[in-house]
């Protein structure tokens, strides 16, 4: 009897030992491969499995667009006023005061389109053109204007 509880504590024992080596301490000593910390790397990995790294998709998120605003900055030596003329866009859209929207759709035709209809620098199609002349003439000026028209090059 006494040969079988030796035999039982020396099992017990044997156990105990193999499941210690499972425990954190002896994990610990395995290497452990971490993904790839940079921002970048696992964002540009999650949309390439949604299959959305586009322009459009990228740009038209806040992210997105801070980032490719900073690139210009950096990248160029001169202010990219299409950026500016975008930001002042989105400022339109979200006014929900009619006065307001007004006020900024004129500041918008008044320092981006016109001035470059006076200095013939632009490639504005004279259909887009017309199109916004006519809203902001009628003292019309629909949230959607900027969405809907954002005047295409040709």
């Known amino acids: 009897m006494a040969d079988l509880e030796a035999v039982l504590a020396d099992v017990s024992y044997l156990m105990a030992m193999?499941?210690?080596?499972?425990?954190?301490?002896?994990?610990?000593?395995?290497?452990?491969?971490?993904?790839?910390?940079?921002?970048?790397?696992?964002?540009?990995?999650?949309?390439?499995?949604?299959?959305?790294?586009?322009?459009?998709k990228i740009f038209n998120q806040v992210l997105g667009y801070?980032?490719?605003?900073?690139?210009?900055?950096?990248?160029?030596?001169?202010?990219?006023?299409?950026?500016?003329?975008?930001?002042?866009?989105?400022?339109?859209?979200?006014?929900?005061?009619?006065?307001?929207?007004r006020r900024i759709a004129r500041d918008i035709y008044d320092n981006f389109i016109m001035k470059e209809l006076l200095a013939h620098s632009h490639d504005y199609s004279k259909e887009c053109v017309a199109h916004v002349q006519k809203y902001l003439m009628k003292h019309e000026v629909p949230p959607n204007l900027g969405a809907v028209q954002k005047l295409p090059r040709k």
């Open 66 to 101: 801070l980032l490719f605003k900073e690139f210009c900055e950096q990248t160029s030596d001169e202010p990219v006023p299409q950026l500016k003329f975008y930001e002042e866009i989105k400022l339109y859209e979200k006014q929900e005061c009619v006065e307001e929207r």
């Open 18 to 56: 193999e499941k210690s080596k499972c425990t954190p301490a002896a994990r610990a000593s395995k290497k452990i491969v971490l993904p790839d910390p940079s921002v970048r790397s696992v964002m540009h990995k999650y949309m390439e499995k949604k299959n959305e790294i586009h322009f459009d």
